[in-house]
């Protein structure tokens, strides 16, 4: 029986963790494998779940960022693991793990700043602002070369992107998908009913992350009800407010709910007329496929990511322009026709995703191939 490490210990926020959940979730079906998993404390829940399985262990750590870690390569805790545990092949979701383990090494790629240069996130820097993004790029393409030999990504895109900046490496795509919760009803939670509003509800489930540039809808909501005057619309926001502070005049139109669990996000779905998505940067958004599952029509960023892991099954704006943004939102709730062709496209480009179960079977796949090479080279 092999043993593998599923490494989460890096992971703090975001989409990340709905992805490690997912994954994670799906080892009990693997009862010819043994998996260590070590979880960092923002995956409590997730930890809770899977400790029943039979054929997992969990461990609870959070890598710290140490001399050792960040400039060696090495932690102690999870080396003993490697030893104790006879770990032959370890399963990073999302990289740089800042740990070079001692076996084979499979690591999850999610750092578009690293491969899309071009977008209009950075051409907003100022001059010094550019100078740190360049030299944090730096470390982390050196960090994410140093800790692995093996990497997937969730876009084609993405992977060709990382060939040409990593020349050395194996690379493949398996795409993100929504979490398994979407598909099982019984188990989402109802805590979160939305304000009564006689409009049109935008929902963006989402860190505030720059990149995701949310103050946008401050200036789409100005444009909005300078050209359509009794055209009412708010924005829905799973981050605080005090995250992103609105003109005291527009506060009407924004709802802040907070960080959310991922059972209660089918229930905010079901209260949303349109999934506003304004990201800049992005291997892959589980807000896209989360919309389509759940027939709300998608307006988002014409950028070539976005494109790429929507095709037809999305209104598309020019990625800063506020009045496209406007014009976008205003196009998908007037014209229900239209908004329903999305819809429809929507449901049937879910089918060209992975999907969770599939996600994990190529995963667990490849972290078995790595692991037996890994055992024939050491035989010879």
């Keep these: 029986m092999s043993i593998f490490i599923i490494n989460c210990s890096n992971l703090k926020a975001g989409g990340g963790l709905q992805v490690a959940d997912s994954i994670c979730r799906q080892l009990f079906k693997y009862k010819s494998h043994r998996f260590v998993v070590v979880l960092s404390k923002f995956l409590n829940k997730t930890a809770e779940s899977i400790q029943k399985y039979e054929n997992v262990e969990v461990c609870n750590y959070d890598i710290p960022n140490s001399f050792n870690s960040i400039v060696l390569g090495r932690d102690k805790y999870l080396d003993e693991l490697v030893k104790s545990k006879n770990v032959t092949a370890v399963l990073t979701v999302f990289g740089p793990s800042r740990w070079k383990p001692s076996v084979p090494h499979l690591s999850g790629f999610a750092l578009p700043q690293l491969v899309i240069p071009e977008s209009p996130y950075f051409k907003r820097m100022d001059r010094m602002e550019k100078i740190k993004w360049r030299l944090w790029c730096k470390i982390r393409k050196w960090s994410l070369k140093r800790s692995a030999d093996y990497f997937w990504t969730e876009n084609e895109y993405i992977t060709q992107r990382l060939s040409d900046l990593i020349k050395t490496k194996e690379l493949t795509t398996v795409t993100n998908y929504y979490n398994q919760v979407f598909d099982e009803p019984e188990k989402w939670i109802k805590s979160i009913k939305l304000p009564q509003f006689d409009g049109i509800t935008c929902l963006s489930v989402s860190t505030n992350s720059t990149h995701k540039n949310f103050p946008i809808t401050i200036e789409v909501i ?81 950028l070539e990511f976005a494109r ?29 026709e239209y908004a329903q062709q999305l819809i429809d496209n929507g449901k049937k480009q879910l089918i060209t995703y992975d999907n969770y179960e599939q996600r994990a079977s190529k995963l667990i796949n490849m972290v078995e191939v790595i692991s037996k090479k890994y055992e024939r080279d050491k035989c010879e």
């Design 222 to 302: 100005k444009k909005l009800f300078l050209n359509h005057p009794n055209f009412k619309v708010r924005f829905v926001f799973t981050f605080d407010v005090d995250e992103m502070p609105v003109p005291r005049e527009l506060a009407s139109n924004f709802v802040f709910v907070g960080k959310v669990d991922v059972r209660e996000v089918p229930y905010l779905y079901e209260q949303a007329d349109i999934m506003f998505m304004p990201s800049l940067l992005e291997c892959f958004t589980a807000t896209y496929p989360e919309a389509m599952k759940m027939g709300v029509p998608i307006v988002t960023t014409d």
């Design 308 to 336: 790429g892991l929507c095709g037809e099954a999305a209104c598309y704006y020019s990625a800063v322009d506020a009045s496209a943004a406007a014009d976008a939102i205003y196009k998908v709730s007037t014209n229900k």
